[in-house]
C-alpha cells in the first residue's frame, strides 16, 4: 500500500519556451503532490504539456515560475555538484521511443553502465560487470546480451534495456514519459508487468506519462488529466472513472475505443472545445470537491458538479 | 492411434528461449571491413595507393636525385630521354631521370598532404567537437568563423608564403593555417545535428559529462562523415600544395614535389610531353586513389549499410 | 444473401531481397474482399498487415516481389500488372490508400487545394474549375470548415487532424472502390481519432466504398469492422465477423492478443504477457510459426502446419487446437466473457 509519506511535489509550476519575440506558455500553474510507492498517472493528449512536466522534473527543461520539491529539497532551481549528483541519482527516467533512447553505437554493457561510470557506482570492474547483469536479468534479458548492440533487439526489448538502464541508478522516483505507446500491442502488457514489479520489489514511485487513459486505469493510483497545460481534474483512479467532472476528462473516456463490438456500436463520443466554459467574470481555481478530488472549475461549475455528485 | 495422441500432447514452452538472439554477434569494424571489401575498385584502388605509397617512400632513398644538379652537365646525350628501358620514365632537360624526379616528388607531396591532413583534422575535429556542442562558445565562434571564412585562401597563402620564406614546414604551415577551421566548422554543425538526439538528453539525465557525450555519444556517429572528410582532404591539400608550388611559392629548390615537376615542365608540354604528362598522370592517381577508397571507407562505415 | 467479391486474393507469396537473403513476408495469404464492408486487419509490426495490402496498389519496395499468387479485382490480375503506367489506372483511382501520417503523405510545399484538384484533374479528366468545385465540395464532406478560404492554404496551416482529413479527401476524390487505411488515427490524439473514425464511417455510407483498416488497436477494430483478420508472422491466422472474433476466438494468438489489453488488467493482478517475439522470416518456418510463444502448443505445431478449420461459415481458425483430435480448450478466463468484463470494470456505457 501506498504510505502519505510525500516524495515529489509540484507548486504552481509554469514553464514557458521562448517563441519568436515572446514566450509559449506550456505549463500553466501545475500543482500536485506524489506519494511514497504510489503509481501517479498523468493523462493528455499532444500539446498538453505532460511530456514537458516530465521533463521539468528530471531537470532537462527549465521551471519558469513555481516550485519542484524532492525528499522536501527544491530541485528546480539550480544546484550545486552534490546535489545534482543525488538528484540524478534519485530521479529517473524512462523515455517514450525505444529506437532513439539508445546509444546505437554502444554496447548494451555501456548503456547500461552509463551511470554507474558517470558517479563511480561500483567498488571495482567485477563489482560493475555484476550490478549490469543484475539489471539485465531483472529486466528478463539474458546474460549474452551485454556484448551486443541496440538495433540488434526488438522494440520490447529495447524498451526493457532503457528500463534496466534507469533501474541500474537505484532510483526511487521514475518518471516513465509514455514508455509504451511505441510498443507494438502484444508487447505493451509484458512491460506493464515488469514495471509493476520491479515496483513492488524494490518500493519505486511512478510518474507515468500517457495519452491512453484505459492503460493508466490498470496500473495507476491516482490521475492527473491534463489540457492545453492545465491540470482539469485529479482524483483516485476509479473515483475518476467513476464521476468524471470536468467536461474534457468526460470527452477523453468517452473517446477510448474499447475492444468490445457491442459496446462500441452504442458508444456517442463526446466533443470537447473549451467552448462551453465562460470565465469572464467568473474566474476558475483548482479546488478539492471531494476528498481527494480536484477540479478546475469557477463557482458555478462547481455547483454542479456538487449537484451530480450528490454533496 | 497412439502417435496421433503424442503428436497432439501439449509441449511446455520455454519463456527464455524467444529472447536469445540467433543472429551472430554485431562487430562495427568488422562489417564496415566486409562491406569495405565487396568492392572490386576500392580493393584496386586501395592498391594502387599502397603501391605508389611505396614506391615513393622507398625509391627516393635509393636514387641519389638532385632537383637542382645535373649527373652530367657537359653530356647532352642523356637530355631529354624519351621514356625507354635504360630511364623508365625517360630524362629531363638535365638529364635527370624523371623516374627518380617523380618518386621524390610524390614522395614530398605525399607527406606533407597526410602531414597537414593530420593536423587540420585533428585540430578541426577537437575544437569543432567542442564548437558544436557548447551553446555559448557557438555564438562567439561562429562570429570570428564568418569573418574569416571570407578571405579568399590563395591571397593570405601566397601573402604567408612571402612573409615566412619558402621551406618545407612553413608550407605545411600555410597549408594548415585556413583550413583546419573549415574543419572545424564542418564538425561543429554535425555535432549540432547530433547533440540534441533523444539518446544525448538520456545521458544528460544519467548526469553524463560533456568530455564523455562527445567521445561516446557524438564522435561514433561521425565517424562516416570524418571519412568522407578525409577522402576529400588529401586530394584537396595535394592539388593546393601543387597550385602553389606551381606558382613557385613555397618549396625551396632543393625540395621538389609533383607540383613543381608540373611547373618546370610545362613548358615542354608540346616538345616533349612525357615531361609533363607522367608527373599529371602520378598526381592523379594518387588524388583518385585516395579518394575512391576513403569514400568507400566512408559508406562502408556508415552503420545503415551494414543491415 | 449473396455479397459480391471485388477482390479476391489466392495463395499470395511475396518476398523480399535484404542483402544476400530473401526475406518471406507473406506466406500464401488467400483474402476475399465483399462489396461495401469494412475489414480490418489486426496484427503486430512484422506480420505482414501491411506488405499484404501495398501488394493491392503496387506499392512495394523495389526489393520485394510477389513470388506466387493471384490478385483478382474487376477481371484482372492484379500480380500480372509489371508496369508502373498500368497501375497507375488502379492505384488512387479505384484502390486508394490512406497513410498513418499525413505530413509524409501531403507535399508541404504545395496549396491544399491544389493536391486534391491534381488528383481529380488526372483521373477525371475535368477542368481546373470544375476539379476546384469538387475540391471544395470535398473538403467540406471531410469537415473542414470555411472549406473555401482554407483552400490556398499549406499544410502546415492545418493541424494534425485536419491534415488526416485531407489525405481522406484527396484519396476519395476519384471515387475508390477501395479504401485502404493504413493505421490512420495511430499518430492522432485519441479524441481526434474518434472522430476521423467516425468520418470514414459516414463517408462509406454516403460513397459506398469498401474499406479495409490495418490496425494493431483491437479498440479501433471493435469500432469500425464486420469482419476481422488476424495476421501473424505473414499469414492470416484467424478471420471471422467482428463478434466472432471478439466473442469466441479459436486461435491461442487471437486469444493472446485479447488477453493482453491493458483494458481488461485487473489492479494487483498481473496482465498476460505473450513471451518472446515472432520469428524470423529470413528462415522457412516449419509447423505453426506461433508455437514458440504459445502457451497451448502441442507437439504437432512443431512438425506441421495447421490448415484452416471451419468453425462457422464466416469463421475460420487457423490451428490444431481445432483439429477433432485435439484436446478441448476452454478460452482463457479473462477474455471468457468479453462483454460482461468490459461493462463490469467500464460500466454500461464504457465510460
Known sequence: MTSKEVLLSLKDVTITFPKGKGVFTAVREASFDIYKGETFALVGESGSGKTTIGRAIVRINPVAKGSIEFEGKLISEKLGMEETKWVTKSIQMIFQDPATSLNERATVDYIISEGLYNFHMYKDEADRKAKVLKSLTEVGLLDEHITRYPHEFSGGQRQRIGIARAMAMEPRLIVADEPISALDVSIRAQVLNLMKTLQETKGLTYLFIAHDLSVVRFISDRIAVIHLGRIVELANTEELFKNPLHPYTKSLLSAIPMPDPILESKKVPLFYDGSEHDYSTDLPSFVEISKDHFVWANGKELESYKKILKI | MSNANEKFQFVKIDEFASEHISAPHYSYWKSVFKQFFKSKLAIAMLIMAAVIFSISMIQPLFSNYNPMASPDISDFSIRFNRPNLTFWFGTDHWGNSLFDAVWSGARTSITIALLATSINMGLGIAVGAIWGYNKVLDKYLLEIYNVVANVPFLLVAIMLMYVLGPGFWQLIFVLCMTEWLSVAYFIRTQVMIIRDREYNLVSRTLGTSAVRMISRNILPFLTSVIVTMLSREIPSIISSESFLSFLGVGLPPQITSLGKLISIYITYYGTYPYLFWIPVAVLASISVSFYIVGQTFADASDPKTHR | ?351
Open chain 3, 1 to 351: 444473401m449473396e455479397r459480391k467479391v471485388i477482390l479476391s486474393a489466392r495463395d499470395v507469396v511475396v518476398k523480399f531481397r535484404v542483402r544476400d537473403r530473401v526475406l518471406t513476408a507473406i506466406r500464401k495469404v488467400s483474402l476475399d474482399l465483399y462489396e461495401g464492408e469494412t475489414l480490418a486487419i489486426v496484427g503486430e509490426s512484422g506480420s505482414g498487415k501491411t506488405v499484404l495490402t501495398k501488394t493491392f496498389t503496387g506499392m512495394l519496395e523495389s526489393n520485394g516481389f510477389i513470388s506466387e499468387g493471384k490478385i483478382f479485382f474487376e477481371d484482372q490480375d492484379l500480380v500480372q500488372i509489371k508496369n508502373n503506367k498500368a497501375w497507375e489506372k488502379i492505384r488512387g483511382s479505384k484502390i486508394a490508400t490512406v497513410f498513418q501520417d499525413p505530413m509524409s503523405s501531403l507535399n508541404p510545399i504545395r496549396t491544399i487545394g491544389t493536391q486534391i484538384t491534381e488528383v481529380i484533374i488526372k483521373h477525371q479528366k475535368k477542368n481546373s474549375k470544375e476539379a476546384r468545385e469538387i475540391a471544395i465540395d470535398l473538403m467540406d464532406k471531410v469537415g473542414i470548415p470555411n472549406a473555401a478560404d482554407r483552400f490556398n492554404e499549406y499544410p502546415f496551416q492545418y493541424s494534425g487532424g485536419m491534415r488526416q482529413r485531407i489525405v481522406i479527401a484527396i484519396a476519395l476524390a476519384c471515387r475508390p472502390k477501395i479504401l485502404i487505411c493504413d493505421e490512420p488515427t495511430t499518430a492522432l490524439d485519441v479524441t481526434i481519432q474518434a472522430q476521423i473514425l467516425e468520418l470514414i464511417k459516414n463517408l462509406q455510407k454516403e460513397f459506398g466504398f469498401t474499406t479495409i483498416y490495418i490496425t494493431h488497436d483491437l479498440g479501433v477494430v471493435a469500432n469500425v469492422a464486420q469482419r476481422v483478420a488476424v495476421m501473424y508472422a505473414g499469414q492470416i491466422v484467424e478471420y471471422g465477423t467482428s463478434h466472432e472474433i471478439f466473442y469466441s476466438p479459436k486461435h491461442p494468438y487471437t486469444w493472446a492478443l485479447l488477453s493482453s489489453l491493458p483494458q481488461l488488467g485487473i489492479k494487483g493482478e498481473k496482465l498476460y504477457s505473450i513471451p518472446g517475439t515472432p520469428p524470423s522470416l529470413f528462415y522457412e518456418v516449419k509447423g505453426d510459426a506461433f508455437a514458440q510463444r504459445n502457451p497451448y502448443a502441442m507437439n504437432i505445431d512443431f512438425e506441421e502446419e495447421p490448415p484452416f478449420f471451419m468453425i462457422t461459415e464466416s469463421h475460420f481458425a487457423k490451428t490444431w487446437l481445432q483439429d477433432p483430435r485435439a484436446p478441448k480448450v476452454e478460452l482463457p478466463s479473462a477474455i471468457r466473457d468479453l462483454h460482461a468484463t468490459i461493462v463490469k470494470i467500464y460500466g454500461k456505457e464504457g465510460v
